[in-house]
């Protein structure tokens, strides 16, 4: 069952939802189907503090598991 987020178009209550291919989603707060899907967007922790606008570093510095040269970045 993939989760997906929705903003309801009749309360404008935004919400995720795990839903099934056969099932129609509805609002929790005011139960109707009128439902924008938003993006989903996800988040990973890596454990470093994150570095807003800069490059991948040289080989061996991204942290792959596999050693240098092995995430092909270049």
Do not use: W
Request: glycine letters at 10%; hydrophobic letters at 35%.
């Amino acid at each position: 069952m993939p989760l997906f987020e929705y903003a309801c178009k009749s309360c404008a209550h935004q919400f995720e939802l795990l839903v099934r291919a056969s099932e129609v989603p509805a609002c929790p707060v005011c139960r109707g189907t009128s439902l924008e899907r938003k993006l989903s967007v996800f988040a990973a922790h890596t454990g470093a503090a994150p570095v807003r606008g800069s490059a991948p570093g040289p080989c061996g510095t991204c942290g792959d598991p596999r050693g240098p040269g092995a995430c092909s970045i270049n």
